[in-house]
């Protein structure tokens, strides 16, 4: 941490002067943090996502590795949520690779506090799916078949960036392991990268839901056929 101006604090003294109450209220229910919930004992400020983007462009020169990690294991949402933009940015702006490893390594031993779906989806493909591209892919398939959601949910959002380069194999693939999860948020990722797979390679979409959509979750399957012709989603839909 840096002794001169504690600027964790600074971080989380700026953050709370944000602090809107009903939303900080209302955030709680929007996140699942009830017992038994996805998002259980989560705390929230109530600070829109622009405020916190801005906040972390304003800290970042100055932010180093011991700061990051008290920011990341704040229990506040808004906190570690700034923490990860501020990681992410680390990660896309070191030079070697030596550099972004350290970053990438940072992620995997802290993700126990990327346990929401906006805090993955914000990492993902940008830390771990960019890490990966030109790398060997085991850990998303170790990750996809933990008993974790947020691990699981990391592998197929970290997939993102191997659409982007129109490279689909790994999204099927881990797809494929996720078919039968119980979670809804699961479904939700994996039709969701379905249909960005579909947004540039509609043939290849087509035929992976032709073979699974008999046996898909619904959510999943409403969420892969987001962007077809109303008489194709009825086809599918009609199982």
């Keep these: 941490m840096n002794p001169e101006n504690n600027l964790p604090e600074k971080i989380i003294s700026e953050l709370k002067s944000l ?11 929007f996140f699942k943090t009830g017992k038994g919930e996805y998002g259980e004992g989560d705390q ?18 100055a932010i180093d590795e011991k700061d990051l990690m008290i920011l990341i294991t704040s229990p506040y949402h808004e906190v570690r949520l700034t923490a ?18 350290q970053w990438v390594d940072f992620y995997l031993k802290n993700k126990q506090y990327v346990n929401n779906w906006d805090l993955v989806d914000s990492t993902a493909p940008k830390i771990l799916g960019s890490w990966l591209y030109d790398k060997d892919r085991t ?10 959601l ?5 592998a197929i959002i970290s997939t993102f960036f191997f659409i982007r380069k129109n490279d689909f194999d790994d999204t099927l693939k881990i797809s494929e392991i996720l078919l039968f999860h119980k979670h809804d948020l699961i479904h939700k990722a994996v039709g969701w990268m379905l249909r960005e797979v579909g947004n540039r390679d509609y043939q ?3 035929d992976f839901l032709k073979k699974h ?6 959510t999943m399957l409403r969420y892969a056929l987001e962007k077809f012709e ?3 989603k009825e086809m599918f839909m009609a199982k």
């Design 19 to 29: 602090s809107d109450k009903e939303k900080a209220l209302f955030l709680p229910y």
């Design 44 to 61: 929230f400020l109530g600070i829109q996502v622009p405020q916190q983007r801005k906040i972390a462009k304003k800290f970042l020169p």
């Design 84 to 101: 990860l933009f501020m990681l992410v940015s680390k990660y896309e702006k070191s030079k070697t690779p030596l550099e972004k490893k």
């Design 139 to 148: 850990l998303l398939y170790n990750l996809a078949t933990s008993d974790d």
């Design 150 to 154: 947020w691990d699981q949910r990391i």
């Design 204 to 206: 290849t979409e087509y």
């Design 213 to 218: 959509y008999k046996i898909m979750p619904r």
């Design 230 to 232: 109303p008489e194709v």
